[in-house]
Nanobody
Framework: QVQLVASGGGSVQAGGSLRLSCAAS????????MGWFRQAPGKEREGVAA????????LYADSVKGRFAISQDNAKNTVYLQMNSLKPEDTAMYYC????????????????WGQGTQVTVSS
């Protein structure tokens, strides 16, 4: 049984940083993509960053390129999202998710989802 537990959200001022963590259990196949999605009130869920566990290839949304960085710690079965230079428009609930195979932005392909962690950026 795959379980994903997201943590690390909080409230920061614009320009600040946060690091989100997604602790995964039950994932035994490296042919897996771990992604971070976010959803703000009244908006659709959007992909933010994703990493392919089998080869470290990454994807980033244009809106976060150069500010966010996704990484994995295999020993801890954890994926991180380092968020720097945060903007008010980054305010959202952030979810980590797992999908079989290579990464994409299609949330339908992600089978497992964590519970979400709130990020609030004030101006």
């Amino acid at each position: 049984q795959v379980q994903l537990v997201a943590s690390g959200g909080g409230s920061v001022q614009a320009g600040g940083s946060l690091r989100l963590s997604c602790a995964a259990s039950g994932i035994t196949d490296s042919d897996t993509c771990m992604g971070w999605f976010r959803q703000a009130p009244g908006k659709e869920r959007e992909g933010v960053a994703a990493i392919y566990l089998g080869g470290d290839s990454t994807l980033y949304a244009d809106s976060v390129k150069g500010r966010f960085a996704i990484s994995q710690d295999n020993a801890k079965n954890t994926v991180y999202l380092q968020m720097n230079s945060l903007k008010p428009e980054d305010t959202a609930m952030y979810y980590c998710a797992a999908a079989e195979g290579y990464c994409s932005w299609n949330p339908v392909l992600y089978t497992y989802w964590g519970q979400g962690t709130q990020v609030t950026v004030s101006s």
